[in-house]
């Protein structure tokens, strides 16, 4: 069962986005340490939108871990630009911060997605946070102290422990970090 997931997962690299598909139903990234996770997701059309956000440093430009040096909200533009909007559509968000994110944020990366999805909902297409913050299932590795997360888009739900199933983690729900 899990091996059948991991060949329905569609993961996604730092500074790009992916959206679920027919054949890669199952989206989610991994080390993400400085970076943000977006996920977006349509629950009538069952469609799932993930982004991993690399976050540069503002004052002096430097890319994060070798990666290009891109804006954050131009990866959000990305993702928002493989929205289909030929009808009304109410996406659901969470944005999942890195392993050192959830410590220290200086740009403020999570304040300004949520104002960016909240400036960018309009009579066509609407953004809400989750309403069940008790379902997101986020794996850290312990090999690189960095989240992972995977969405199946035909249920709803996360399935980053089935997906990342040989890698050594700390549970999230633990009292550890």
Same mark, same amino acid.
């Given at each position: 069962?899990?091996?059948?997931?991991?060949?329905? *997962?569609?993961?996604?690299?730092?500074?790009?986005?992916?959206?679920?598909?027919?054949?890669?139903?199952?989206?989610?990234?991994?080390?993400?340490?400085?970076? *943000?996770? &977006?996920? &977006?997701?349509? %629950?009538?059309?069952?469609?799932?939108?993930?982004?991993?956000?690399?976050?540069?440093?503002?004052?002096?430009?430097?890319?994060?871990?070798?990666?290009?040096?891109?804006?954050?909200?131009?990866?959000?533009?990305?993702?928002?630009?493989?929205?289909?909007?030929?009808?009304?559509?109410?996406?659901?968000?969470?944005?999942?911060?890195?392993?050192?994110?959830?410590?220290?944020?200086?740009?403020?990366?999570?304040?300004?997605?949520?104002?960016? &999805?909240?400036?960018?909902?309009?009579?066509?297409?609407?953004?809400?946070?989750?309403?069940?913050?008790?379902?997101?299932?986020?794996?850290?590795? &312990?090999? *690189?102290? %960095?989240?992972?997360?995977?969405?199946?888009?035909?249920?709803?739900? *996360?399935? %980053?422990?089935?997906?990342?199933?040989?890698?050594?983690?700390?549970?999230?729900?633990?009292?550890?970090?």
């Amino acid at each position: 069962m899990k091996e059948e997931l991991t060949k329905l *997962f569609e993961k996604v690299d730092c500074n790009s986005v992916a959206i679920s598909t027919p054949e890669k139903p199952i989206v989610g990234t991994e080390g993400l340490v400085t970076c *943000f996770g &977006l996920l &977006l997701y349509d %629950s009538e059309a069952h469609e799932a939108i993930v982004a991993h956000i690399g976050v540069e440093d503002d004052d002096t430009h430097k890319a994060i871990a070798g990666y290009p040096n891109i804006k954050w909200y131009k990866i959000v533009n990305d993702a928002l630009d493989l929205i289909k909007l030929d009808k009304k559509r109410i996406f659901k968000y969470v944005i999942i911060p890195g392993f050192d994110s959830k410590i220290s944020d200086p740009h403020k990366i999570k304040e300004k997605l949520i104002r960016y &999805l909240t400036n960018t909902s309009s009579d066509i297409i609407e953004f809400v946070p989750f309403e069940d913050n008790s379902n997101i299932d986020i794996k850290i590795s &312990l090999e *690189f102290l %960095s989240n992972q997360f995977a969405f199946d888009s035909r249920s709803g739900k *996360f399935v %980053s422990h089935d997906v990342f199933y040989g890698m050594d983690y700390i549970n999230i729900n633990s009292k550890s970090r």
